[in-house]
């Protein structure tokens, strides 16, 4: 139950001054079961290939065909090996059903830096393999670049997990959506904070922060290269549990399919 975790988070901070207090629902069912659920207009297919087959990267990926048509979103999961919640709700949403378009998923990016528990493979940190202004770095990032060139995503969503808050604890991330510029990043982070964050933490209310598209990163790469409303995710490690994590992290790839057209019933 996420008010649960929430309270024995903000106890840290107030004691028990919110104990019953909380009374505002912190998720969103609704939202969770149109991406669980198939919809009306049917079941959705899925189909999976082995990306970068017979490395030592080899990787799954899964695209889910939607029985409407619609854009296509590509989520991915472990680009940092030791991000655990964006794995697993990247390993979870290969099991949803979208209404319309294709979800493509690739819950474990870096396999090799996923199984070992640790943020860098064996090439480095993947997520610095992509320059605007020269080749690709490595065997792993040509692999999954490969494959979002094939499947043209128009939406691009990268799952991560930092240790602090951003703008709180420097040098850290957590509680932010960075965007590309037509990318609906404040959306995003209004969402999340009506769904998840309560009134009791403050500090992690999540910023929208528009992102530089000259950068080295994979959801920069996607929106210079290919266009793609960009996302890249970060939840944080501070005062919330792991399951406080994902339910989060679950929220904004559903809040993420919802705004793009993937899912139905959206409140938008
Ligand atoms: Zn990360």
């Excluded at 691009?156 to 240790?163: A, E, G, I, Q």
């Excluded at 403050?202 to 996302?231: D, I, K, V």
Aim: no cysteine.
């Amino acid at each position: 139950m996420r008010r649960r975790t929430f309270l024995a988070a903000g106890g840290v901070l107030l004691g028990a001054a919110t104990a019953g207090v909380v009374s505002r629902p912190s998720s969103n069912e609704e939202l969770l079961t149109a991406a669980r659920e198939p919809g009306d207009a049917g079941t959705a297919s899925t189909t999976t290939e082995q990306l970068l087959s017979g490395t030592d990267h080899e990787t799954m990926l899964y695209a889910i065909e939607a029985p409407q048509d619609g854009p296509t979103a590509m989520v991915f999961g472990g680009v940092h090996g030791d991000e655990r919640s964006g794995i697993e709700v990247a390993h979870e949403a290969t099991d949803w059903h979208p209404d319309a378009g294709t979800l493509v998923v690739v819950p474990e990016t870096d396999r090799v830096a996923v199984e070992a528990n640790e943020r860098e493979g064996i090439d480095g940190d993947l997520n610095r393999h992509f320059p605007a202004d020269g080749e690709l770095r490595s065997e792993l990032a040509r692999g999954i670049w490969d494959a979002v060139e094939r499947h043209e995503p128009d939406v691009v969503l990268d799952l991560h997990r930092s240790l602090g808050v951003y703008g709180l604890h420097r040098e850290y991330v957590g509680q932010a959506v960075f965007h590309s510029p037509e990318a609906r990043g404040a959306e995003l982070a209004d969402r999340l904070d009506s769904d998840a964050v309560p009134w009791y933490l403050p500090f992690h209310r999540f910023r929208a922060q528009e992102t530089n598209e000259s950068g080295s990163l994979l959801f920069q790469h996607a929106a210079r290269e290919l266009g793609a409303s960009a996302y890249l995710f970060e939840t944080t490690a501070f005062l919330l549990d792991h399951e406080t994590k994902v339910e989060t992290t679950r929220l904004a790839t559903a809040h993420v399919l919802a705004m793009h057209g993937l899912l139905d019933g959206d409140r938008a």
